[in-house]
């Protein structure tokens, strides 16, 4: 175990990871990608082997010529500075919501706008492109997520406190990755709220009636 | 007498020694912003950047201008270039990969924070030389891959692939590249302690 980590239990998938490192997963995956990533060494090292991978595959293909005057071109780009690095956006230590993540989410926790969304959880979607969404979760402390299945896939990242499906229990840093066969009902602990960040690429399959009428207001 | 010994191993120090070729050209360039190395960096990789980002989607035109803008990067970031933790293939895939999802996808790319690794020794050549040798040895068990597999992989990375239909087993040749980039990480977040 690598010190000063939390002891993460459940990581990424490979195709999660070779899909960011090919860059080829939607926005709203990615970032709940690089979200995990600054959580967890184990993922981080997996990431840097996926890319090898991508470098190895990009060196072995037949190359196709540049143009003429392609080098000249690209010395006069570097000499006009004309090509500008965005500076690094700042971000705080020590907040639940890693690097990436408070690039997307303004502010600390108290200063959310949480949107509810029936039994005590409240969401907060977050601006991507539209191939797939991400929100945060808010769920109560020993309250429980509509029972529901899935579409496509669901990522789920727990920032803070945890939560216990059918599958297993996943605290800070663990990451769920369902997809279709997984039909559960997250319960969060007792003690504390429970943080999620969620993504998914499909909408969310609930069993009972009311939450399916819900979710068409709340754009689960 | 150790010079005998080599010979098993001749072959791989021969391979690494192109890539440990690319490492010292990318030193040159960001030590005496040397034009003839980047030359000989762009003629190797420029061609190979657009071919790639053609198979991902991108136009002739568009494949051009932003293999220009990937070189571009290469000179003015390769200072943050370390040979102990990424072969100069990955390093330029990595700027390409960035590049394609900016200009073709026109996406933001969410990006993991940083270690706090503070200022970084001088990377150990040892270091460096084995990482650069098993990138070698990746590439070459990629090649000798079923066909069918290899194009499998290679789709996945142009993108023709999405995360779902990515078997979960990939049955990828990562061998010794996996644990000596864990360990390289182990030895960093030990150094900062």
């Known amino acids: ?220 | 007498m150790t010079f005998r010994k080599s010979g098993a191993k001749k072959l791989t120090a021969e391979q690494a020694t192109k890539r440990m070729a690319w490492v010292i050209q990318v030193s040159a360039v960001r030590d005496n912003k040397d034009k003839a190395a980047f030359a000989e960096l762009f003629g190797y990789f420029a061609p190979r950047v657009k071919s790639f980002l053609m198979k991902s989607g991108a136009s002739p035109d568009l494949a051009e201008e932003c293999t220009q803008e990937v070189m571009a990067t290469l000179w003015n970031k390769a200072h943050m270039f370390d040979p102990a933790k990424a072969s100069v293939s990955t390093w330029i895939f990595t700027i390409a990969r960035n590049r394609k999802i900016d200009l073709l996808r026109k996406q933001k790319r969410p990006e993991p924070e940083d270690l706090p690794w503070g200022p970084e020794p001088e990377p150990d050549q040892a270091d460096a030389m084995g990482l650069q040798q098993e990138t070698e040895q990746l590439g070459q068990a990629l090649a000798a891959l079923p066909e069918e597999q290899r194009k499998l992989i290679e789709k996945a990375y142009y993108g023709e692939l999405s995360h779902s239909e990515i078997a979960a087993e990939t049955g990828l040749p990562l061998g010794t590249i996996k644990s000596r980039i864990r360990l390289a990480l182990e030895r960093l977040r030990h150094t900062m302690k």
């Open chain 1, 1 to 220: 175990m690598m010190s000063g980590m939390k002891q993460i239990k459940h990581h990424l998938t490979e195709p999660l990871l070779m899909g960011y490192a090919a860059g080829t997963l939607p926005e709203a995956f990615n970032l709940v990608v690089a979200t995990h990533i600054s959580m967890c060494d184990n993922c981080r090292a997996a990431l840097a082997e996926y890319e090898a991978v991508g470098g190895e595959v990009m060196v072995d293909v037949d190359p196709i010529d540049v143009a003429e005057d392609a080098l000249a071109a690209t010395m006069a780009m570097i000499e006009s500075g004309t090509l500008t690095e965005k500076p690094a956006p700042a971000r705080v230590k020590n907040s639940i919501f890693p690097g990436p993540l408070q690039d997307y989410v303004k502010g600390d926790l108290d200063s959310l706008k949480w949107r509810k969304v029936g039994g005590g959880v409240s969401q907060m979607i977050l601006p991507t492109s539209k191939d797939a969404s991400v929100r945060l979760l808010r769920i109560p402390a020993g309250t429980a997520v509509p029972d529901h299945g899935h579409r496509g896939t669901e990522l789920t990242l727990v920032l803070q406190g945890a939560f216990v499906d059918d599958e297993d229990r996943f605290a800070a840093g663990d990451v769920e990755v369902a997809n279709e066969d997984l039909q559960h009902t997250p319960v969060a602990e007792e003690g504390m709220d429970c943080i999620c960040l969620a993504a998914t690429d499909a909408p969310l399959k609930f069993s009972g009636l009311l939450p399916r009428i819900a979710q068409k207001f709340v754009r689960i």
